[in-house]
């Protein structure tokens, strides 16, 4: 599947913009302030019905408009049109599928699924337990609406739930108390759902991220991706810890009017021969293990998908040293599309090119195809 | 733009309803201003009409032309049963598909501490009177399986259990998340007869 034209209407600083892709790598090329990283986030938008940089939408409208209009056009062995649309004075967005409007984000995640590498990434393996658990929720996601709905679902428990503690904090009643326990109850099911859908997950993810390991760099250093979770249980006893857990910090909840127990509060811990990444990584392995996860979220949403996923390379090759950007650029050339944004394409020398492939060239809101 | 004023206040009053934007409601307006005046004395007799003679049925809080609706006071139905259903439209939904032929008690909506909507927010209290007052066997949630919906099923099955009544929940033939009211008949009538025993 490959976006063959994308059309933009006051899109963050795009008052206008059209462009035709082509499959294979697609080079978009502009300074800085060109709107290089709105292509991209276009793109993310059509696949996704989110933006990757902006926290909110109205934050992604031109400067004095009130609405922003995302066209994109996707080939495979069906043509699919995917339309965003969102209204700042009334904060509205809509999605649109073939005309279509369609509500529920779970029939929008992994039906065009997508991959994008930025430098944002460094919070993959640097940043909070949080960044992580949002890479791989989204990985998993775009595999599986199962799961992405259930982990909708689980979101919903913890909001209500805690809602719930902060009155019983309040005043406490024997209603609230049994309410508090049909929530837990959903909470654990639920959550012991994702529970165990991540360790399925990380078991096999794994095998992707050595063979993408091993693509960008040829020595052997040996990386894994462990899952730490609600005392590491398994199978049945994921549920039984689950509810001794809450049943034990219940008051400490109440006191602090907030979830304590979960897998909200899980986190993946990366190694590298063994070694905690976090902790004994230098800079470089850490980029290369931080591409190393985007390339197997990539194989690993080849594989189970059956679709191959449209590859983001956002502002990437400045980060890498010329040997493991050559070594990603040279793999980039079988992927069925690619997008690369660069400054200047001639900094960038040692990129392995084809004569097909497509260049597109942003100054000034004007576009020229080189 | 100059609308003459009666025209105006119908398109106000039109696109309150839901689904309905100004450009659908003035030509809704339009139709009913083409419409011969007998048509539209009826079609407002019949709006006023469903305001004015339809309440809640002071026994499961169903629609009701009187004290009790029709559910209610027939005679062909099994008393000894209960659907518990969150909405009215619920039981619509239900009663479309000609697979059940209990009572029912609509609750009035789902817990969710985020609106404010506790146990005594809802017709709980009222349903637990009812086992009281009528001969209960047999309890049916038929609650929307999403995670409020899932939540008060839970609470109910817990608070009813220990009073000796059987309860069962409809079978999950039901899309998650999806609404009773939206469903097709089918599935909901398989969703009936598949009672699950708690
Ligand atoms: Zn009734």
Redesign the interface.
Known sequence: MILSNIQLKNFRSHKSLNLNFSSGLNYIIGGNGQGKTSVIEAIVYLCTAKGHTVKTDGEAVCFNEDRFEIAGIFRGETENRANVIYTKSQNKKSYFKNEKKIT?AADIIGKFPVVLLSPDDHAITQGTPGERRRFIDSVISQASETYF?NLL?YN??L???S??LN?IKDHRSK??L??L???S??LVR?GSYIIKQRKRFINSFNEYVSQSYALIMEQAETPEVFYAHLGNYTGEDIEKEFERQIARRKEEEIARGTNLVGPQRDDFIFSLNGNNLKTYGSQGQHKTFQVALRFAEFFYLKEITGTEPIFLLDDVFGELDTHRAQKISQYLTNVEQAFITVTDLSNFSFLKRNETDNVIMLKAGEVTYA | MQIAQPLQVAVEELSKLPGIGKKTALRLALFILKSNKESVDQFIKSLSELKSKLRLCSRCFNLAEDELCQVCMSQKRDKSIICVVEEASDVIAIERTNEYNGLYHVLGGVLSPLSGIGPESLKIKELINRFNSENIKEVLLAINPDTEGETTTLYLAKLIKPLGIRVTRIARGLPIGGDLEFADEATIGRAVNGRIEF
Do not use: F, G, P, V
Request: net charge positive; aromatic share 4%; no cysteine.
């Open positions: 529920r709905r679902d919903k428990t909001l209500q739930r809602s719930l009155q209603n609230m049994s309410e326990d049909a929530w109850s959903i639920t």
